[in-house]
C-alpha cells in the first residue's frame, strides 16, 4: 500500500454513461497527477494539480474530461458521455516534491461496453 | 514532442540469467530519468538517475545514465521470479506551461521462468 487510494478499484459502464473516479493522495503531498494505461502501453499523463490549482492539462484530453480537486485534498476525475476507446486504467500519483517521491495509486480499471 | 522508447517491448529469460533493458530519450528539457517496476497496479519506484556515468545499485538491480547519448540501462543479474514484470522507464522534463512532468515509455515486459 503506498498511501494513495484510488475508488473504485473497477468500472464497468455502457458507452455514454458519465462516470466519475475518485483519487486520495497522501495527506501532506500537494502535487496530484491523473495518467492514463491502455494495454502494452506505458502511463500517459492527463493532468496535474498543485494543491487546488489545475495547472495543466493534456491536449488529449477531449472536453469530456474534468478533474476537480477541492481545497487541495482529494480529486476526482470525470468522464462525461463514455466511449468504448475510454478503457483503460485511471492512474493517480502524489508527491509533496521530486518524482523520486512519487507514489502511484492502485488505479481505477474502466471497462466501456 | 517529448519520447521515450524502451526496448525490447518483451523478454524471457531462465531463472538466474542476467538482463539488461533499455532506454532512450528524446526530450526538450531534461531533468531526470526514473525507473519504475510495475507489477500489478501501481508502478513502484527503483531508481532516478540525474548525472552521466554513475551507477545508482540496489541489491541485484543496477542503472546508469549516458546525457550525451540519451539513454540508459537497467541491469538485474542473478534474476528471480519475483522479477517478472513490466519495467517502465520515465523521463522528468519541463512542459511549455513550466511544470515538471514525467513521459512514459511502453515498458519492457519481463518474464522470469523458473
Known amino acids: 500500500d503506498t498511501g494513495v487510494s484510488q475508488d473504485p478499484r473497477h468500472k464497468i459502464t455502457k458507452r455514454g454513461q458519465n462516470v466519475t473516479f475518485r483519487c486520495d493522495p497522501i495527506?501532506?503531498?500537494?502535487?496530484l497527477y491523473w495518467y492514463r494505461q491502455t494495454l502494452g502501453q506505458g502511463p500517459e499523463f492527463l493532468t496535474y494539480?498543485?494543491?487546488?490549482?489545475?495547472?495543466?492539462k493534456s491536449r488529449l484530453l477531449s472536453d469530456r474530461f474534468s478533474a476537480e480537486r477541492p481545497k487541495g485534498s482529494f480529486s476526482t476525475l470525470e468522464i462525461q458521455r463514455t466511449e468504448q476507446g475510454d478503457s483503460a486504467m485511471y492512474l493517480c500519483?502524489?508527491?509533496?516534491?521530486?518524482?523520486?517521491?512519487?507514489?502511484f495509486g492502485s488505479g481505477t480499471q474502466l471497462s466501456v461496453l | 514532442e517529448d519520447k521515450v522508447v524502451q526496448s525490447p517491448l518483451s523478454l524471457v529469460v531462465h531463472e538466474g540469467d542476467t538482463v539488461t533493458l533499455n532506454c532512450s530519450y528524446e526530450?526538450?528539457?531534461?531533468?531526470?530519468l526514473l525507473w519504475y517496476k510495475q507489477e500489478k497496479k501501481a508502478p513502484t519506484f527503483l531508481f532516478m538517475l540525474?548525472?552521466?556515468?554513475i551507477e545508482k545499485k540496489s541489491g541485484r538491480l543496477s542503472s546508469i545514465l549516458d546525457k550525451k547519448e540519451l539513454f540508459s540501462i537497467l541491469n538485474i543479474t542473478a534474476t528471480q521470479t519475483g522479477d517478472s514484470a513490466v519495467y517502465l522507464c520515465?523521463?522528468?522534463?519541463?512542459?511549455?506551461?513550466?511544470?515538471?512532468?514525467?513521459?512514459f515509455g511502453t515498458g519492457t515486459r519481463l518474464t522470469i521462468i523458473p
Open positions: 500519483a502524489s508527491t509533496a516534491g521530486m518524482f523520486e517521491k512519487l507514489f
Open positions: 495527506s501532506e503531498h500537494n502535487r
Open positions: 494539480f498543485q494543491n487546488e490549482a489545475q495547472l495543466e
Open positions: 526530450v526538450t528539457n531534461f531533468r531526470s
Open positions: 540525474t548525472s552521466s556515468g
Open positions: 520515465a523521463v522528468e522534463d519541463v512542459s511549455n506551461f513550466g511544470n515538471e512532468k514525467l513521459t
